[in-house]
Nanobody, 120 residues
């Protein structure tokens, strides 16, 4: 059973920074995609940033220049460094994993979410 454990959310003032972490555990052969989505109140879940095989990255336009995603493959951990946070960045941030978990089998998993609140 694959599990994702997130940490690093919290309350921060506008212009502040946060670093989120997500560690995957369980039987993982290889990671296809690992990254972050977020969901603001009353809105659909949306992409923040992901890393793919070959360490390619993809960022939401609204977050470009303010976030950096990185991954430690030895720890099955992905990090999201966010700077210059704005009130509209408030939401629940979810870790996402698409990984090969057995021969010929891939699975998709979500973390439980971590709250990020940007407010003065």
């Amino acid at each position: 059973q694959v599990q994702l454990v997130e940490s690093g959310g919290g309350l921060v003032q506008p212009g502040g920074s946060l670093r989120l972490s997500c560690t995957a555990s369980g039987k993982i052969f290889s990671i296809n995609i690992m990254g972050w989505y977020r969901q603001a109140p009353g809105r659909q879940r949306e992409l923040v940033a992901i890393t793919t095989q070959g360490d390619n990255t993809n960022y939401a336009d609204s977050m470009k220049g303010r976030v950096t995603i990185s991954r430690d493959n030895t720890k099955n951990t992905v990090y999201l460094q966010m700077i210059n946070l704005k009130p509209e960045d408030t939401g629940v941030y979810y870790c996402y994993l698409d990984a090969k978990v057995a021969v010929g089998l891939s699975g998709r998993y979500w973390g439980q979410g971590t709250q990020v609140t940007v407010s003065s």
